[in-house]
């Protein structure tokens, strides 16, 4: 069975750091794209992040390009989310997600809370 295990997530004072890791099983991790996904109270999913398989390609939504960082260490089938000068709009559950395509079936992990306060 495929599994996606996220962790890191916590309570952060606003302009904080925080690193999100998403540790995968039962699939070939080194093939598959990765991505973080977060969901705000009351709004739509939206993607965060995205890595190719090999680590070569990322891309990032607007809102978080030069303060969050994405990466992975396939030796480890693991991904991580670096997430720097935390704003309050960062508040949301952080989800990680596995594809092979845009047409194949997409894992889920269960989420992670990141909540920014003062």
């Known amino acids: 069975q495929v599994q996606l295990v996220e962790s890191g997530g916590g309570l952060v004072q606003p302009g904080g750091s925080l690193r999100l890791s998403c540790a995968a099983s039962g699939l070939t991790f080194s093939v598959y794209v990765m991505s973080w996904y977060r969901q705000a109270a009351g709004k739509e999913r939206e993607l965060v992040a995205t890595?190719?398989?090999?680590?070569?390609?990322?891309t990032y939504a607007d809102s978080v390009k030069g303060r969050f960082t994405i990466s992975r260490d396939n030796a480890k089938n693991t991904v991580y989310l670096q997430m720097n000068s935390l704003k309050l709009e960062d508040t949301a559950v952080y989800y990680c997600?596995?594809?092979?395509?845009?047409?194949?079936?997409?894992?889920w992990g269960q989420g992670t809370q990141v909540t920014v306060s003062s």
């Open positions: 997600n596995a594809r092979l395509d845009v047409l194949g079936r997409r894992y």
């Open positions: 890595i190719t398989s090999a680590g070569g390609t990322t």
